[in-house]
């Protein structure tokens, strides 16, 4: 009898052994797991916070020059006119210079023939013209202006017209500038700036103050800061043919009104106004 209670008393004792040394190791792989939990999370705190899923992380865009923004065929066309182009044409009828134009900038011309004839003009018009290396912009202008035709970016379209047409196609856009400022004075100087540079032509600026010299821009500021809400909105007058330029202070924006190429250099002067300003 002694000897199986010795050996009950050794099988007993191997497993108490064993189950101690189980817990024992559970214990230290719990520690080793914390401390790695630890270390992870003190990482994680020195590092970038990662997005949740579902979550989206909001960029600050910049914001449009002027709205309503371009389209995105729009954008294609204005991309288009300031890349490289070339051409050879010799007596080339105008019809087929457009299409080749067309074709190799991957952008969509419309010659408004209607209004050509109007004035005399052909789609036949023989173009000779040889250039390399300079913006498609520029290649229209060299074979338009000789044979008194412009372009102009509408409803999506690169539309070749008479330049008497392209100055009457108005296109009203809102530019926000309470960058610069929000009180009568800059806007009266903003005006200012825009008609002299801009070649925006005749323009007056709040009660009966006229100023300008040339063209036929009509211009208006609204400088009370609660104005009523008729006198917001861009007005063309009869005695004088052209576009509108309407300040809100209410939305810190100008709204004008002119032409294709007009809003063009409105940009450009308003860009490098911009330029300027961020050198100080």
Request: charged letters at 25%; one cysteine or more; proline letters at 5%.
């Amino acid at each position: 009898m002694s000897g199986i209670l010795r050996q009950k008393t050794i099988v007993i004792g191997c497993i108490v052994l064993t189950t101690s040394w189980l817990v024992m190791s559970t214990n230290a792989e719990d520690r080793q797991s914390k401390n790695r939990q630890q270390k992870q999370t003190a990482t994680s705190k020195t590092e970038s916070p990662a997005v949740k899923p579902g979550v989206k992380r909001f960029l600050k865009e910049p914001k449009p020059i002027f709205y309503p923004e371009l389209t995105k065929r729009e954008l294609k066309i204005q991309e288009a006119l300031n890349d490289d182009s070339e051409c050879d044409f010799s007596k080339t009828p105008l019809s087929e210079v457009i299409k080749s134009l067309a074709d190799r900038h991957g952008i969509s011309m419309l010659l408004l023939e209607d209004k050509m004839k109007e004035e005399g003009i052909s789609i036949n018009e023989p173009v000779c013209l040889r250039v390399k290396g300079i913006a498609l912009k520029n290649v229209l202008k060299l074979i338009l202006e000789p044979i008194g035709l412009n372009y102009v970016v509408d409803q999506e379209l690169l539309k070749i017209t008479s330049r008497i047409h392209e100055e009457e196609i108005y296109q009203t856009r809102v530019y926000p500038v309470g960058d610069f400022g929000n009180t009568p004075e800059v806007y009266l100087e903003l005006v200012s700036t825009i008609s002299e540079h801009g070649s925006l032509g005749f323009y007056r600026v709040g009660l009966g103050i006229q100023g300008g010299a040339g063209g036929s821009g009509f211009f208006q500021v609204i400088s009370d800061p609660n104005p009523p809400e008729l006198s917001l909105r861009p007005h063309v007058y009869n005695q004088y043919d052209g576009g509108t330029i309407v300040a809100v202070r209410l939305s810190e924006s100008l709204v004008i009104s002119q032409t294709y190429h007009a809003h063009n250099e409105i940009v450009e002067l308003l860009t490098q106004l911009r330029r300027a300003r961020a050198l100080d």
